[in-house]
């Protein structure tokens, strides 16, 4: 079975079970604060890159970004984290077809093949990171959820592999541009840059389906 198939089957799995699922972190979080009284504070646990954002000193509270009350807020990362879902499905299905097309320019000899099928790769490299960055960039300011649970959870996996498919994604165009830059070191650049994007694609399906399956 082809990388492409496999890829997409991945794909076609996670979009499948992230619509008949019923629950998510998007509507776990919003039945949990539906009926949040409005004198609710900012939770005692938040995580770091959050309380540097959104916490009582925090640069957004400094700089009075965002809205007047704490429900509003709830309601605002309710929002954000769906187009952060839905971006993130988008990303995915980029990806597996980048991955699928930059695994063959890797380990193929046709040179029509490399022909017709590096600017595509190229093009669908700016294209999944542009959408990758928007949809992190969208949970990270997003802000501060109602309450953070010290057990494991679907969030704690979630964050655990975005710190590994973030890297992953940060490195490709990196390895990339040092690998054409870098002639000696070619094949061992461009090796580093396969396997940043082999991590990226199943470190993203992985956390696409705890998302859906894990509690």
Do not use: C
């Amino acid at each position: 079975m082809s990388y492409f198939k496999i890829a997409l089957l991945i794909f076609l799995f996670v979009f499948e079970s992230s619509l008949i699922q019923a629950q998510s972190i998007v509507t776990k979080e919003y039945h949990d604060n539906r009926f949040t009284p409005q004198e609710i504070g900012l939770p005692d646990n938040m995580p770091y890159v959050k309380s540097i954002i959104w916490g009582e000193e925090g640069v957004f509270r400094k700089l009075d970004i965002g809205p007047d009350t704490r429900v509003e807020e709830l309601q605002l990362r309710r929002k954000m984290l769906k187009h952060h879902q839905w971006i993130g499905i988008l990303t995915l299905a980029g990806l597996a077809y980048q991955y699928d097309v930059g695994k063959k320019l890797y380990d193929g000899n046709d040179s029509d093949y490399w022909d017709n099928h590096y600017d595509r790769h190229k093009a669908m490299g700016y294209f999944t990171y542009a959408t990758y960055m928007t949809g992190a960039s969208l949970s990270i300011f997003a802000p501060p959820a109602r309450k953070y649970d010290d057990n494991f959870s679907s969030i704690k996996f979630h964050r655990a592999m975005a710190v590994l498919h973030f890297s992953a994604m940060v490195a490709q165009p990196f390895l990339a541009k040092k690998a054409v830059e870098d002639g000696k070191r070619y094949n061992d650049l461009m090796d580093a840059h396969l396997k940043a994007g082999t991590v990226a694609f199943f470190a993203l399906s992985l956390d696409a389906l705890g998302i859906t399956f894990f509690k």
